[in-house]
Each structure stands twice: as structure tokens, then as C-alpha cells.
């Protein structure tokens, strides 16, 4: 059987250097590739595109994960903007927005890291705190992580995969608010911060808001990559449609 191709979108960036050049660039930490080869896929990137392409490019994927990156636009859950939000992204909004529906309507598994799960609660209709302190690395230090427990909500998709309390590398200052409709908590910090979400029922669509890709436990993406296995193997071809999207 053929390794799951796993597609991770990227950020789009006005310049990055490396080597003599400095130039646009989509660019993607490589942590995220290696996690996803570690785990037992194939990792194609997704940098921004027309969103009316991502049905097509779903089609060809067996996984889908939204990853890291800038905060999402607050307009999209009708908030006005908050001066500590950062600067929007509008081409990856609209990008991630769209391979998510696109991913739903497919049955294709979905894992959204940090603001890809937070573009997860968007989608389907939930709102976002705009400014969170604490859940970012060690004070006065910008671009290095942080580290705290997070606990499992017993009986749902991640308690099965991490059962335990366990430490987990973060790096954000937004979080869910309102859940959305449909979706399910599925982990907290310790001050009641949501930590993970998922969709409840046929699909395996899961949201960690910190960095598995900056860690060594391979058991979430592990588990997206056997989902997607599963799903190959029960149908030989493409799952039917399990669902249209809510949301924005």
C-alpha cells in the first residue's frame, strides 16, 4: 500500500532570505514535513492559491493539515479588530477556508495545528479570543516556545489517541471562544483555555492549538496518517460526502 500523501499549507511571505537571495517566498517550517514523514505519509505543500482550485487539489490528497501561522482575520467571525491581532493574511484566509470546506465535503481527514485549529472553529461558525497572555513561550523572549499540560476530555477522538495529561510546546495568543457548532472540546489548559477540538461522527477532523510538530510525540499525526489508511482501505476509492459546511 502506498504511503498517504498528506498536503500542509504555508505561509506566504513578501520576502525570505537564504543563501544571496531574498525574495517572496512560500515557506513552511520544516519541522511540519519531517513530523508528517516521521509518522508515516508523504508531505506535498499548499502554498496560497485560487480558492476555487481546492476541491481539486483535496481530491488528490489522502490528508490535510492546516498549520501554524498569522492570526486569522477577525472579520471573518464578525469581531472588530483588536490593536494586539496581528496583520492579516488574506490570500491563506481564504486558501484555508477553502481547502477545510473542500476537505469536509470529501470525507478527507483533517488535523489543524495552532491557527489551523483555530480556522477550524471559524469555518464552522465560532468566534476567537483576540489577545491571550500566558500561553506563549518564556517571558521577553519572542520566536522561542513554551511548555504546559494540557488535559484530555474523557471519551472523545484525542483522549483515545493521548489519554493522559501530557506537556506540549506552545507559541499563541489566541484561542477559541465560542465553539462552533458541531465541534466538541476535546482538551484544556489549565486556566480553561481550549486545546483541542473535533468533529464528532464519521469524519476524523481534530484541532490542537499548541506545536506537535516541535515535540517527539508522534501519536497525533500518527493517527491522522492511519485514519487515512482506513479510509483507503474501506472504500478503494474516495469516501462519499459526509457533510456540507456551516460557518463563513
Known sequence: MHEPLIGVTTYLEPAARWGVWELPAAVLPSAYPRLVQRSGGLTALLPPDAPERAAAVVARLDGLVIAGGADVDPGLYGAER?????????????????????????????????????????????????????????????????????????????????????????????????????????????????????LPGGQWVLGVQWHPEMGDDLRIMRALVDATLARRGSSGAAAPARRSPSGV
Open 82 to 198: 483588536d490593536f494586539r491581532t496581528g496583520p492579516p493574511a488574506h490570500e491563506r484566509d481564504a486558501w484555508e477556508l477553502a481547502l477545510f470546506r473542500a476537505a469536509l465535503e470529501a470525507g478527507t481527514p483533517v488535523l489543524g495545528i495552532c491557527r489551523g485549529m483555530q480556522l477550524l472553529n471559524v469555518a464552522l461558525g465560532g468566534t476567537l479570543t483576540q489577545h491571550l497572555d500566558g500561553h506563549t513561550g518564556p517571558f521577553g523572549k519572542a520566536g522561542v516556545l513554551g511548555e504546559h499540560p494540557v488535559t484530555p476530555v474523557p471519551g472523545t477522538l484525542y483522549a483515545s489517541l493521548v489519554p493522559e495529561e501530557a506537556s506540549v510546546p506552545t507559541y499563541h495568543h489566541q484561542a477559541v471562544e465560542g465553539l462552533a457548532p458541531g465541534l466538541v472540546a476535546s482538551a484544556h489548559a489549565a486556566d480553561g483555555t481550549v486545546e483541542a477540538i473535533e
